[in-house]
């Protein structure tokens, strides 16, 4: 942990959605959502509708994206995405300036997380590039605790690294995310680039709402 003469101004720990803020992959999770759902011969959701359901625990999303298919049809649901996703995960990078972004945060003694609806597996795939490891001093995912926008993924975090609400800033893509950061109490950025129109994030009080990376990074330089 860093010394406590190093903490940060405002926030002590930060944590990341990951897909649609730091991964750029809203894109092909939509496509993915859609094709799982004609696999299964359900009502292929609007590019609108697929994306909506991005940040939540898999089933529950695509539960949310299909509700035309049965129950009894979510394994072969759930599988149908995981083939699809499979196929392009390797087309899937980050955002430009992400990495500039988190040595930054990183250099300042700010304890960097992620808080994810990915699987625990999913993540530990994407965390294993070179660039990102050791970068990240924790993470929680959907599968190991609750999903979106239930609090727990922010409060375990919290608890870990004995932080307190005010000095905890989530940063995402969804209104899901933004209301994850209500319900824990914690202060939230959003970033209008990824799966979410902007405009719904406002009566869920960000603090900020960035445009693109390098803005998120300016804002966090002067602000975090």
């Known amino acids: 942990m860093p010394d406590s003469a190093f903490r940060p101004r405002q926030f ?134 609750a999903g979106k926008p239930h609090p727990r993924m922010l409060q375990e975090l919290m608890r870990e690294f004995g932080v307190e609400p005010e000095r905890t800033l989530m940063i995402g893509d969804t209104t899901h995310d933004l209301q994850m950061a209500l319900n824990a109490g914690c202060v939230g950025v959003g970033v209008s680039y990824g799966a979410h129109e902007p405009e719904a994030f406002q009566a869920l009080q960000p603090r900020f709402v960035a445009r693109s990376v390098r803005d998120l990074h300016d804002w966090l330089l002067n602000n975090a």
């Open 12 to 145: 002590d720990l930060i944590a990341f959605d990951w897909d649609g803020t730091l991964f750029d992959s809203t894109k092909i999770i939509t496509r993915c959502i859609q094709l799982a759902v004609r696999d299964v011969g359900g009502t292929v959701p609007t590019d609108e509708q697929a994306s909506y359901v991005i940040g939540m625990a898999l089933m529950q999303a695509l539960a949310h994206a299909a509700p035309d298919v049965p129950a009894d049809k979510y394994p072969e649901l759930g599988a149908r995405y995981r083939h699809h996703y499979l196929a392009h995960q390797n087309d899937i990078s980050l955002f430009d300036g992400v990495l500039a972004l988190l040595a930054d945060l990183k250099a300042r003694h700010h304890w960097l997380a992620v808080a994810t609806g990915k699987s625990r597996r999913g993540l530990d795939e994407a965390l294993q590039t070179v660039e990102l490891k050791g970068m990240f001093n924790a993470s929680r995912t959907a599968d190991e605790t």
